[in-house]
């Protein structure tokens, strides 16, 4: 049997090689510069996987779309979940759509999230994808692309949106990080690494994560209001304001507030014996 993997030339590419080549697979890849191409590849390989920048995807999908037949699976590992699905349902093939929650960075799979959105497929299909992906330790989560897609609004969309606000701010302040290693307490030294690493990444693929989710601009237009509304509670000075505006916010984590407490408490200590 053999898995081809367009893009796999790339860095989640060639992790994925890796998983299909150790269960068994013979494993074909093609990028730009291959002389295989993508739609030779894909009309040869009974699982075909698109790995390419997201903004690449939905036209290296079309391009083979034509040629697949109902007896191959095609499947993808783009970070968003909706276009690149509807684009995979023109071809004829089963449809899987995957999201590694993980970088190209990982050791193993062992422990990572793979979302899953079983699209157009047959039962033994999905299991066979399964097996795979758990025999490397991989737990799935399986959903729509849609609430794929308004989850990652948050996980990933908001969070990075405030990353780099925080970052972005930092610059306009002109202040010298150097400098402020001095006064470094264990949670900036969390949130200015977290800046760092996002911020020595692809910046197409943050860029596409934000500006192509159709579910984005609601989250953002709630992330803006709740800024303005603390700077106006801040402005106030008034201490009830912000107890207020504090307690809903640990009303609404609930238990989650403890057990972050406890894990970052974790994450600090071994930061400090670093
Ligand atoms: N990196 C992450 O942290 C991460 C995490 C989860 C999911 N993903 C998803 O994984 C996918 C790949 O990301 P990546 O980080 O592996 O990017 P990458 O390292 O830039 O790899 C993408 C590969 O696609 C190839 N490519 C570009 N245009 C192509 C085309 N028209 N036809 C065939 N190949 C083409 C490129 O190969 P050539 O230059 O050789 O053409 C490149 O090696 C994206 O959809 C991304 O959303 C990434």
């Not at 860095?11 to 291959?34: N, Q």
């Not at 995807?57 to 979940?81: G, M, R």
């Not at 953002?220 to 801040?234: F, K, N, R, T």
């Amino acid at each position: 049997v053999k898995a081809g993997i367009i893009g796999g030339t790339g860095k989640m590419g060639r992790l994925f090689a890796g998983v299909f080549s150790r269960a068994g697979y013979d494993v074909l890849v093609s990028g730009r510069s291959t002389e295989l191409s993508n739609t030779a590849l894909a009309g040869q390989c009974d699982i075909v996987m698109v790995s390419v920048p997201i903004r690449e995807t939905v036209h290296v999908i079309d391009e083979i779309a034509p040629i697949l037949s109902k007896d191959q699976l095609l499947c993808d590992l783009t970070s968003l979940k909706v276009a690149p699905v509807e684009a995979m349902k023109r071809s004829n093939a089963e449809v899987i759509g995957m999201h590694p929650m993980f970088g190209p960075t990982v050791t193993s799979l062992l422990r990572q999230t793979i979302v899953i959105c079983p699209e157009r497929c047959r039962e033994t299909t999905l299991h066979t994808l399964l097996t795979i992906l758990r025999a490397e330790g991989a737990e799935c989560t399986i959903t729509t692309p849609e609430a794929h897609d308004r989850a990652m609004a948050v996980v990933q969309g908001l969070t990075h949106f405030v990353t780099l606000c925080m970052a972005e701010s930092v610059r306009r302040l002109g202040t010298d990080i150097e400098k402020t290693r001095q006064f470094m307490s264990p949670v900036y030294q969390i949130e200015m690494g977290l800046a760092g690493r996002l911020l020595s990444q692809d910046p197409d693929l943050y860029g596409s994560i934000l500006q192509e989710n159709p579910f984005m601009a609601e989250v953002l237009a709630a992330c803006s209001g709740s800024v303005d509304d603390l700077q106006e509670i801040v402005a106030s000075g008034d201490p009830a304001r912000f107890r207020e505006f504090f307690a809903r916010n640990a009303r609404h984590f609930g238990d989650y507030c403890a057990e972050g407490m406890e894990r970052t408490d974790k994450l600090i200590e071994y930061l400090v014996h670093q």
